[in-house]
């Protein structure tokens, strides 16, 4: 069982930078990929940046590779989501999720554990 908690989102103009954190208690000792997600208002929800803790293997969506840098803090049990050269684009509700099945997170299916989101929103 996992219980994760995003933080950091919020107003950021065209251009700039937000760090998003997720906090992850439970059962951290046990395998898990997490990932970030984003639903935008009318939009499909899309997986953004994988990391997993078996190796640190890590996945970046076309829409933000190098831009987007996702990591791990082990000894904090907290993944983030360093966002650069934010665009109107990418306001969305982001979410973390997690699932000891990389596959799961990769097509959106069957995820067995997801934060409450914390909206990002790119304005001028």
């Known amino acids: 069982q996992l219980h994760l908690v995003e933080s950091g989102g919020g107003l950021v103009q065209p251009g700039g930078s937000l760090t998003l954190s997720c906090a992850v208690s439970?059962?951290?000792?046990?395998?898990?990929?997490i990932g970030w997600f984003r639903q935008a208002p009318g939009k499909q929800r899309e997986v953004v940046s994988l990391?997993?803790?078996?190796?640190?293997?890590?996945y970046y969506s076309d829409s933000v590779k190098g831009r987007f840098t996702i990591s791990r803090d082990n000894a904090e049990n907290t993944v983030y989501l360093q966002m650069n050269n934010l665009q109107a684009g990418d306001t969305a509700v982001y979410y973390c999720?997690?699932?000891?099945?990389?596959?799961?997170?990769?097509?959106?299916?069957?995820?067995?554990?997801w934060g409450q989101g914390t909206q990002v929103t790119v304005s001028s």
């Open positions: 999720a997690a699932d000891p099945e990389t596959w799961r997170l990769i097509v959106d299916k069957g995820v067995n554990y």
């Open positions: 439970g059962s951290t000792t046990d395998f898990y990929t």
């Open positions: 990391i997993s803790s078996r190796d640190d293997s890590t």
